[in-house]
């Protein structure tokens, strides 16, 4: 199927008819534009109007689709070959269409993945290599950023070892230990923060909310909002691994 020789008669037909574009157009419901796109071979009919514009050209949707006018001995021999050039563009666009789906398919997976991934190393299910711990942390060297008194720390529990990333950010040696740790020391400390600020249980998905509040809390004893704001400092150097 030829779309240029199809524009090209709907063309010839129409000056026959002497039709201008709007009018035709306008016989059969769509602008001028889509006339001029139709007899410039940029695109066909809708098949929804086709019948019509034949009707109103007198012709055949054999003669259409031909692109010219079809005798009578050649009717039958046209048909066949408007068919088949049918069921090869029914076959280009369901291929196309699969493609399409095919494609579309393998980027929704890929985005998942990236945000899937994105959103496991926020929450600290999984680890970026940049962000994992990689050099010793002193203070002034190199590209070590931050003030952080790793000795302190230390003291307090070797799973709270801290280094430094690859930017330089100080970082637990291993986050995910040190932070059950935190969890099992720090049980009084967590509490105050959750029951003042009326958080859910510290995890993954909440630190984010203890090492805001930690700093704040007013009630409880002594002991109690110095391990809280212990957790807030933790935290903010825990956070590290993950942003």
Known sequence: MNQEKIGMFIAKCRKEKGLTQSVLGEKLGVSAKAVSKWENGKSMPDISIMK?????????LNELFAGEKIKEKDIQKKSENNLLNLLKINNIIKSKKKTFILVTLILLILLIFVIGKMLLVEYGFIYDDDLKYTQIYIQNEGNIKGNVD???FGKIDKDFDIGANKYGMAVFKNPKKAFKTL????????????KEF???PLSNFTYKGYKTYGWQVTKGTKKDKEQARFVSSFLDIYENSFN
């Open 52 to 60: 019509d514009l034949c009707d109103t050209l007198e012709i055949t």
């Open 198 to 200: 009326n958080l859910p």
């Open 150 to 152: 790793i000795n302190k």
């Open 183 to 194: 969890k099992k020391k720090y049980k009084n400390g967590i509490k105050l923060i959750q």
